[in-house]
């Protein structure tokens, strides 16, 4: 889940060690959104097909469809090593075959070129600066076969504009959406100083875009009929397919 603009912090062995503590505070309703990225690959994934996961670093994802699909094979891409040792380290444990996840070190351009039956990238696309959105997301169309589908989840807030018909009050709606962020993360446990560091960071280090330029993204990458499955407070989550 980490791209070459994510935090540095991604590098950190203490940060790498705590990882998987992160999603669960900061995603609401992060286990449901394993489940259904799932479910929705599985409409069209075969039993014994092949999925890219993009942003596999620490290998929740991984280990969540590993699990629930054993003819599943796996290639995941994540430019941080130490995000990559610790996805083999929760395999391992979880014990699927190594056989089974093949993991590569760089970005969607190091992935194999497939062609895979589907696709996943979870909670990566907001470290991706707006211009480089497009050609990351062809990259992975590129990779699949006609008619897999992507799942895709990420920040992406509304901020208003055309809501009232004047554009009035965007930057306020996107500051609302992204402080009930932090509050989510306070009330999972989170310190309500280090949630707003993070509020804040978020603001100003990320390219979040509005669930209608993500959209316009993966359509212009060549996916079609694009489908919103999931919101959590300042997240959304689509599947869309790759047709000729």
């Known amino acids: ?49 092949r999925v890219l996961v993009v942003g596999a670093g620490g290998g929740l994802e991984l280990e969540d469809m590993a699990l629930a699909h054993p003819g599943w094979r796996f ?41 895979f039956d589907g696709a996943t990238c979870l909670l990566t696309f907001h470290f991706v600066p707006r211009e480089e959105r497009v050609s990351m997301a062809a990259e992975i169309r590129r990779r699949l076969k006609p008619g897999a589908p992507l799942v895709a989840a990420h920040l992406s807030v509304a901020d208003g504009e055309g809501s009232d018909g004047d554009g009035d009050g965007g930057a306020g709606e996107r500051d609302l959406w992204l402080s009930r962020y932090a509050a989510f993360q306070v009330a999972s446990g989170v310190a309500p ?31 079609s009929d694009v489908q919103m499955f999931y919101m959590g407070f300042a997240f959304r989550g689509w599947v869309t397919q790759f047709n000729f």
């Open 193 to 223: 100083g280090h949630a707003a560091r993070a509020r804040d960071k978020v603001a100003a280090d990320l390219a979040v875009l509005t669930p209608e330029e993500d959209e316009a993204v993966l359509r212009e990458a060549g996916f």
């Open 1 to 49: 889940m980490t791209h070459p603009h994510a935090p540095s912090a991604f590098t950190d062995p203490a940060v790498v060690a705590r990882y998987a503590e992160g999603p669960r505070r900061n995603v609401p309703g992060y286990d449901g959104l394993l489940r259904m990225s799932r479910i929705l690959l599985a409409e069209r994934v075969p039993a014994d097909g």
């Open 75 to 115: 290639d995941g891409v994540d430019p941080s090593q130490p995000m990559l040792d610790l996805a083999a380290q929760r395999l391992q444990i979880a014990g699927v075959p190594g056989d089974r996840v093949a993991l590569h070190h760089g970005y969607v351009q190091s992935a194999p070129a497939g062609p």
